[in-house]
């Protein structure tokens, strides 16, 4: 349907840059060992798709707050419901979940060379879903997402230069599983002319083999409005580890690059206030 997508969540809505999923099936059975010469088929259980939304930094607290406590290990299970709108804002159709759980947040490419607005992912994965036809007008939260470019972003990672940072690759941190949370590596692009001090982390830390924790270091992602200047919101680098160094040739018109992975062993999600 076309039209406009918005979460209810813990008493707020706000209004979704776009969402998918949530859709109710069953598997098929099969019995071949039945009198007929047909094999018989019947439903299995009934199953819930995951439910992915896409949202800005400007997204309501109660949605932000879930994801920063998932972040923090602290796996919370919420009900709430996605609601499909026309253009005049009217409900159609309501997937009211229960028992959800993040799946996992998905942070998009960052590069600095980029015209477009860009979104965040969280997915959904909850226990049931019931669909209920829609009724009245969104009442929103959150109307507006605030605007934010894929090239608004500063990385700071204490005694290296990242003033130069071109691109920080999209990069999925997991739900909880075991307790624990996941956090991925990362892979942060940059010229030549500004590699000493990585090259220099990674003979020490890689090379040289000092790579215990004194040696490891925080960071910082910050994501800005388009003037570069005003702070949406940031995560919080804490345990980075450099991995790797791969050197991306120039072409005629273009400067050589180097990508460093890093991992990470703990990513925290703040709300910045400009």
Same mark, same amino acid.
């Given at each position: 349907?076309?039209?406009?997508?918005?979460?209810?969540?813990?008493?707020?809505?706000? %209004?979704?840059?776009?969402? #998918?999923?949530?859709?109710?099936?069953?598997?098929?059975? #099969?019995?071949?060992?039945?009198?007929?010469?047909?094999?018989?088929?019947? /439903?299995?259980?009934?199953?819930?798709?995951?439910?992915?939304?896409?949202?800005?930094?400007?997204?309501?607290? &109660?949605?932000?707050?879930?994801? &920063?406590?998932?972040?923090?290990?602290?796996?919370?299970?919420?009900?709430?419901?996605?609601?499909?709108?026309?253009?005049?804002?009217?409900?159609?159709?309501?997937?009211?979940?229960?028992?959800?759980?993040?799946?996992?947040?998905?942070?998009?490419?960052?590069?600095?060379?980029?015209?477009?607005?860009?979104?965040?992912?969280?997915?959904?994965?909850? &226990?049931?879903?019931?669909?209920?036809?829609?009724?009245?007008?969104?009442?929103?939260?959150?109307?507006?997402?605030?605007?934010?470019?894929?090239?608004?972003?500063?990385?700071?990672?204490? !005694?290296?230069?990242?003033?130069?940072?071109?691109?920080?690759?999209?990069?999925?941190?997991?739900?909880?599983?075991? !307790?624990?949370?996941?956090?991925?590596? %990362?892979?942060?692009?940059? /010229?030549?002319?500004?590699?000493?001090?990585?090259?220099?982390?990674?003979?020490?830390?890689?090379?040289?083999?000092?790579?215990?924790?004194?040696?490891?270091?925080?960071?910082?992602?910050?994501?800005?409005?388009?003037? %570069?200047?005003?702070?949406?919101?940031?995560? #919080?680098?804490?345990?980075? !580890?450099?991995?790797?160094?791969?050197?991306?040739?120039?072409?005629?018109?273009?400067?050589?690059?180097?990508?460093?992975?890093?991992?990470?062993?703990?990513?925290?999600?703040?709300?910045?206030?400009?």
């Amino acid at each position: 349907m076309n039209g406009h997508f918005a979460l209810r969540l813990d008493g707020e809505t706000m %209004l979704l840059a776009g969402a #998918e999923g949530g859709e109710l099936f069953a598997q098929i059975v #099969e019995d071949a060992a039945g009198p007929t010469p047909y094999v018989k088929k019947h /439903p299995a259980p009934l199953e819930f798709e995951d439910i992915t939304l896409g949202v800005g930094l400007g997204m309501s607290d &109660a949605l932000f707050d879930w994801v &920063a406590a998932v972040w923090a290990a602290d796996d919370q299970a919420k009900d709430g419901a996605l609601l499909a709108a026309d253009y005049n804002f009217m409900i159609k159709i309501e997937r009211q979940f229960s028992g959800a759980h993040i799946a996992g947040t998905t942070i998009p490419a960052l590069d600095a060379t980029s015209k477009t607005a860009t979104q965040l992912s969280v997915r959904l994965t909850p &226990a049931s879903i019931v669909l209920v036809p829609g009724s009245g007008k969104l009442q929103l939260t959150k109307l507006k997402q605030r605007l934010w470019q894929a090239s608004a972003f500063r990385l700071n990672i204490d !005694g290296l230069d990242c003033t130069k940072v071109s691109r920080i690759d999209s990069f999925t941190v997991p739900g909880v599983v075991g !307790g624990k949370v996941d956090f991925p590596e %990362l892979a942060v692009t940059f /010229p030549v002319v500004s590699a000493a001090t990585w090259t220099n982390w990674f003979q020490d830390f890689v090379i040289g083999g000092n790579s215990g924790d004194a040696a490891e270091k925080n960071g910082k992602i910050t994501f800005l409005l388009p003037n %570069l200047k005003t702070p949406l919101a940031s995560i #919080e680098l804490h345990g980075l !580890g450099i991995v790797r160094l791969e050197t991306i040739p120039g072409g005629p018109n273009q400067v050589a690059r180097i990508t460093a992975g890093l991992y990470c062993e703990q990513m925290s999600l703040h709300r910045d206030q400009p």
